[in-house]
């Protein structure tokens, strides 16, 4: 596994991480979670992400029991704030009073003195932005946070937070936006901001949520076990990821299949590996309900896809990707 520094940081992260979004505390029991957090630990994979919101707070919980006795200060571990983790006024958002409680119970749940990078999970209009960095500059000089990071912010967004981060001495390296092959928002806007202010990228759906694993047929139904048929995973499924259940798109994805069968990759292998062709890409984030789909998809870092394979990529997805800068977030 291969490391990549965050941005124009001193931190270094693997460059395939492990996410929990939707699996841990949701879709797959304890057991398997902790599977999951072995193979990628096994693997090389040292970069975790979570949220306080995942499953209710419990996706952090899984996490940090799944991480208990590993030797801290050889992994990174990521978390967010913003979404709501409860019913009062003040349970969302990005207050300082909600970031500073948030954070406080992120460490709890996450068995840890500190978070190596704590997100922005979404920008919140209705507070300042010097409160919001205000907390976390005070976090930072605390030492309970390291790095900050955001999390789709538009480049209008990043660039106004980057400099109140400059000014409050803030260590802001990283933005985690989605990005694949079939979701290209960031490209024109986005990557250039940040690139201009020192920060990464760590992206998350390299998959587009499942669409680009090559399990979705046209004209067939929902494979069981699937995002789009649990429980936990369909409403957010049919939010990110119909728009690409189509015929069009499915005929295009199976196309892929044969790219990926020429270089020697399977699908989500080939997607992930185009993912991290983008110099600017720190890290991809990965997800996974059992540890074979962990030892798969890790064998997509190092591999560098030749121009002719990038350019067949973009002529098979010619007219179904999504560029839009203003459908960030």
């Known amino acids: 596994m291969n490391g990549r520094k965050l941005g124009a940081s001193g931190l270094t992260v693997s460059e395939i991480a492990l996410g929990n979004w939707i699996t841990h505390g949701a879709q797959v029991d304890n057991e398997t979670a902790n599977a999951c957090v072995q193979a990628a630990l096994d693997a090389g994979i040292t970069t975790f992400d979570t949220a306080d919101v995942y499953s209710e707070t419990r996706a952090e919980t899984v996490l940090g029991q799944a991480l208990k006795g ?36 992120s460490l709890n749940r996450l068995q840890t003195d500190y978070i190596d990078v704590y997100y922005a999970h979404r920008f919140d209009p209705t507070v300042s932005l010097e409160e919001t960095f205000l907390a976390f500059s005070d976090l930072v000089r605390q030492g309970k946070v390291l790095y900050v990071g955001v999390s789709e912010w538009t480049a209008d967004q990043i660039t106004r937070g980057a400099a109140l981060a400059q000014e409050l001495r803030v260590p802001l390296v990283s933005s985690q936006p989605q990005y694949s092959m079939l979701w290209r928002v960031i490209e024109d806007e986005v990557i250039p901001a940040c690139q201009r202010e020192g920060i990464g990228q760590v992206v998350w759906s390299p998959l587009a949520q499942g669409i680009l694993s090559g399990k979705y047929v046209p004209d067939k139904p929902l494979p069981q076990g699937s995002r789009a048929s649990t429980s936990a995973g369909a409403p957010f499924f049919e939010r990110l990821a119909g728009q690409w259940l189509r015929t069009d798109v499915l005929l295009a994805v199976s196309k892929l299949s044969s790219v990926a069968l020429e270089v020697g990759l399977t699908l989500p292998q080939l997607a992930i590996a185009w993912v991290l062709q983008n110099p600017h890409v720190s890290a991809a984030i990965i997800g996974a309900s059992k540890p074979e789909q962990v030892q798969e998809n890790v064998k997509a870092a190092g591999v560098r896809l030749e121009l002719e394979v990038m350019k067949q990529i973009d002529t098979i997805l010619d007219g179904l990707v999504e560029r839009d800068p203003a459908k960030t977030g």
């Open 70 to 105: 590993i030797r801290r200060e050889g992994i990174e571990l990521c978390t967010k704030v913003y979404h709501p983790t409860g019913t009062g006024h003040n349970d969302r958002g990005l207050s300082r009073k909600h970031i500073m409680d948030a954070c406080h119970a």
